[in-house]
């Protein structure tokens, strides 16, 4: 039982590239989310999607673009990298109210 | 804004004291629920309390929250120095129940053997 897991865990664009994080759960939960964490700003929520074909924005969505088009896999994309959207990225997934949410171990975001 | 504030921000004590932490929210919850985050590494959850609870304990971990405060406090005693990470509290949205789960910003907790 894989848990979720977050393709890349490390990578280098350059401003103005594009690029799509893929985050994959195998627990058949309904809700996932994407999340950013900078130095002390905390987890900062970008989207999220309460079931597949569905997404709504955050409280940072601007500069992405999602899709769940498998319940399964939530991809957060890039469509033209800033040097501000440096930071970590972690995905989630929940089944739902009273439970506990699971996360990726992170993917590691340079934009120089 | 953050729907849950984290207080203190930091907090340093010695291996066998007790850490306290603090988190504030601003709308109706179902649940709230604290995660620790160990230096790099993803988040794992620690405990949830329902929104009709009051106190909840595991292990070292006791938890109190005070809805019409909307607030909820983590006790973690006998502190151990496996213990430093960060921990933050998240919250759902419940009134509007749309699946948000929103996290504050967290205390940095360090233990000293």
């Known amino acids: 039982n894989a848990g979720v897991t977050q393709t890349p865990k490390f990578r280098v664009l350059k401003t103005g590239q594009s690029m799509t994080l893929l985050c994959a759960q195998d627990?058949?939960?309904?809700?996932m989310y994407w999340y950013r964490q900078d130095p002390g700003m905390g987890l900062r929520l970008i989207h999220y999607?309460?079931?597949?074909?569905?997404?709504a924005k955050g409280e940072v969505p601007d500069g992405y673009n999602v899709s769940r088009l498998k319940k399964q896999n939530f991809l957060l994309g890039l469509e033209s990298a800033a040097p501000s959207q440096t930071s970590v990225y972690f995905c989630?997934?929940?089944?739902?109210?009273?439970?506990?949410?699971?996360f990726g171990q992170g993917t590691r975001l340079t934009v120089v | 804004s953050q729907q849950g504030e984290e207080d203190p921000q930091a907090l340093s004590i010695q291996e066998g004291e007790n850490a306290t932490m603090n988190c504030s929210y601003k709308t109706s919850i179902n649940n709230l629920q604290w995660y620790r985050q160990n230096s790099g590494r993803g988040l794992v959850h620690l405990i949830l309390i329902r929104s009709n609870e009051r106190e909840k304990h595991s292990g070292r971990l006791r938890v109190t929250l005070d809805t019409s405060k909307k607030s909820s406090s983590l006790l973690i005693t006998a502190s151990r120095a496996a213990d430093t990470a960060s921990y933050f509290c998240?919250?759902?949205?419940?009134?509007?129940?749309?699946?948000?789960?929103?996290f504050g910003q967290g205390t940095t907790l360090q233990v000293k053997p």
């Open positions: 989630a997934s929940y089944r739902g109210f009273y439970t506990e949410a699971f």
């Open positions: 999607s309460v079931g597949e074909g569905t997404t």
């Open positions: 627990m058949n939960h309904e809700y």
């Open positions: 998240a919250t759902d949205r419940g009134s509007s129940n749309t699946g948000k789960l929103i």
